[in-house]
């Protein structure tokens, strides 16, 4: 079945580093991509996403591109910040379904 | 705008006893469907409706009920809660059913312990 799996954290970083989060992805049918946020004590909410291959989805500093050929999602932001502290899920929702299916997320933590 | 409403946030049920978590939205969204996360597990589907009066099971169905007598409410029943059970968890919604690209608006969750 369809399934995502991401890197395990947590991922310690200091202010201002490179992150990146790797997200690959199986799926038979053709996937849209996310990557939902969770900061402490809240919600989900959406980051970024992407519908087909070759696309990139951006907010807020983050990036992440769509690769058909390696199956992968991969979050990056190149200067992280304190208040990026969360956990991070990528995530994938295909056409022939309805069912968002999450990786198991990565904590992520920034210290100033 | 209120998004996805969750009640209660937080609920201490004993073995054996029933509750309902509620889930209401008003966005007019087809599409509602219930989460439980788990540390080290992610976010587990459990149940899903893509429109009122249609509700289809998840990942991990067993010992939950729902139903969608309306587009606004999708409340999730634990009809014997059970230890397992304990978790935290979330409904969302989105517009449309069938897309597969729309964006899931999430509630700020229920944290549920049975003891």
């Known amino acids: 079945g369809d399934s995502v799996t991401q890197m395990e954290g947590p991922v310690t970083l200091s202010e201002e580093a490179f992150l990146t989060i790797n997200c690959t992805y199986t799926?038979?049918?053709?996937?849209?991509l996310f990557w939902y946020v969770q900061y402490p004590g809240e919600g989900l909410q959406l980051l970024l996403k992407a519908t087909k291959a070759d696309d990139k989805g951006s907010n807020k500093g983050f990036e992440a591109t769509y690769r058909k050929e390696t199956t992968s999602f991969h979050l990056e932001k190149g200067s992280v910040q304190v208040s990026d502290s969360a956990v991070y899920f990528c995530?994938?929702?295909?056409?022939?379904?309805?069912?968002?299916?999450f990786g198991t997320g990565t904590r992520l933590q920034v210290f100033p | 705008n209120a998004g996805v409403t969750q009640t209660p946030k937080f609920q201490v049920l004993k073995t054996g006893q029933s509750m309902t978590l509620q889930c209401a939205q008003d966005m007019n969204h087809e599409y509602m469907s219930w989460y439980r996360q788990d540390p080290g597990m992610g976010l587990r589907l459990i149940h899903y409706s893509v429109g009122a009066g249609i509700t289809d099971q998840g990942e991990v169905p067993n010992g939950y009920n729902v139903s969608r007598s309306t587009t606004e409410d999708f409340p999730l029943r634990l009809l014997s809660a059970a230890p397992s059970q304990t978790s935290v968890y979330f409904c969302?919604?989105?517009?449309?059913?069938?897309?597969?690209?729309?964006?899931?608006?999430f509630g700020a969750g229920s944290r549920l312990t049975v003891l």
């Open positions: 799926a038979t049918g053709y996937p849209s």
């Open positions: 969302a919604s989105s517009h449309e059913a069938g897309t597969g690209a729309n964006v899931l608006t």
């Open positions: 995530a994938l929702r295909t056409y022939n379904t309805d069912k968002l299916i």
